[in-house]
């Protein structure tokens, strides 16, 4: 078992004022059998060593400390023995990070901590198991990252290295942590606490439990077996975008589209897609989400010629993920005419194209289309009537390039406006 340092009478010396400072050196113990006042003790630092074999300020059975604070608390390790529930007053000589454990399992279970300020990914945690550098980005299940405001190396006694005799592996403790302050990390529900596992860290709260973000906020968790740190973690958010009404009004030969939102957050966007059949959708538009929290209203004009078209919003989240709000129609009965509009546009691994177009002009028509260096590529005879026209074109010879549509009348006028497309 480790060198053992008893500080006879709650470190008698210090009552009396003779000394500036108190430290546990690397393997040695200071016992505490009753409680001690750190706050009696003014001016006085207290601290151990920090290596892989640190020194420890060691409450055994009901002993604890009180009074502790910003200014009186212990910079290092601290370790409890016995089966009551404890609060461990650690901190960085600076700031107090305490660290609560419910009631222990049996009066041979022992536990230690000590807060470790900084990245967990660079201020290396210096016992085993798991002793060295505990990645931020290394993250299991629900956690989407951790803060590099520093972490609690958590020891226990099944793990060996507390004394022979001791036991605890940890799991099912209830652990309580006074936090740093993460109002630039995450949000008060987006907090957990999170435990390093040897290759990840995983989350120990599984639900909301922070008191608040802000500095000297509590956050628990449950404590697993197998667990070497303690830190604070961000959760996955939730994507949450609520479209509370979407329609439409006509606009000549196009289309005013019209949406308000309830809340939105993960900073998405908004893409509007168009179709003729309402089955196939292309997108033809795009409009970034404003991230109110109280939601906004959004309006986005698009061409649409004579006749009944589909409309839907695509929410596409931040995190990859997406929803439709349902798709509306619109017939929109503009008398402007001869406005030739082909889609899908671009066209991606499609063999047809469609023409949409109302026209006055009835009987036989040429449509050609043409390469973008003016070759004819393409010719073929097709039908036309005096109102809407919707003609499907098979392309599935043309490779990839720039072209254009013409329709051409019987005495080679052209028909409505020349259209390009793109295959891609």
């Known amino acids: 078992m ?3 340092l008893l500080l006879a009478l709650s470190i008698f010396f210090l009552l009396l004022g003779y000394t500036q400072s108190n430290r546990v050196f690397s393997g040695g113990e200071a016992l505490n059998f009753g409680t001690v006042d750190i706050s009696v003790y003014k001016g006085t630092s207290w601290s151990s060593e920090r290596n892989v074999n640190p020194g420890y300020f060691s409450s055994v059975g009901n002993a604890n400390y009180i009074g502790y604070s910003d200014e009186a608390h212990i910079d290092g390790y601290i370790k409890k023995y016995g089966n009551s529930a404890f609060t461990f007053p650690v901190g960085n000589g600076k700031d107090l990070r305490i660290l609560e454990i419910s009631s222990l399992n049996a009066a041979t279970d ?7 300020e900084g990245d967990p990914s660079n201020n290396l945690d210096p016992t085993e198991p798991f002793a060295g550098n505990h990645s931020v980005t290394k993250v299991a299940e629900t956690i989407s990252s951790v803060s590099p405001a520093g972490q609690w190396d958590w020891q226990s ?3 060996g290295n507390l004394g022979a005799g001791t036991t605890g592996n940890g799991d099912g403790l209830t652990i309580t942590v006074s936090i740093p302050d993460m109002t630039g990390f995450a949000t008060e529900s987006e907090l957990r606490l999170v435990g390093w596992n040897g290759t990840s860290w995983i989350d120990l709260s599984g639900k909301p439990t922070a008191t608040g ?9 449950t404590m697993i077996a197998g667990i070497s740190a303690i830190a604070i973690g961000k959760t996955i958010s939730a994507p949450i975008v609520k479209v509370v009404s979407f329609y439409a009004s006509g606009s000549d030969c196009n289309t005013m589209l019209k949406w308000e939102t309830s809340a939105e957050n993960n900073s998405s966007i908004f893409i509007i897609e168009q179709s003729v059949d309402g089955i196939n959708f292309n997108t033809i538009s795009s409009l970034s989400m404003s991230g109110s929290s109280s939601g906004q209203r959004y309006a986005k004009e698009v061409e649409q010629s004579s006749g009944i078209a589909y409309y839907r919003i695509k929410i596409q989240h931040a995190n990859g993920t997406h929803e439709y709000y349902p798709a509306i129609s619109f017939n929109n009965k503009c008398i402007k005419t001869e406005n030739v509009r082909v889609y899908p546009n671009p066209v991606v691994n499609n063999e047809n194209i469609n023409l949409r177009f109302k026209t006055t002009y009835e009987g036989k028509a040429d449509l050609v289309i043409v390469s973008n260096a003016g070759q004819r590529i393409l010719r073929k005879l097709v039908e036309i009537k005096s109102s809407n026209n919707i003609l499907t074109i098979e392309i599935k010879s043309l490779i990839h390039g720039s072209y254009f549509i013409i329709l051409l009348g019987p005495n080679g006028e052209q028909i409505g406006n020349a259209t390009q497309f793109i295959k891609q």
């Open 213 to 221: 973000n802000k500095e000297n906020s509590r956050i628990s968790g």
């Open 110 to 116: 022992a536990y230690a901590t000590a807060w470790i």
């Open 2 to 4: 480790k060198q053992i």
């Open 157 to 159: 006694g099944e793990s």
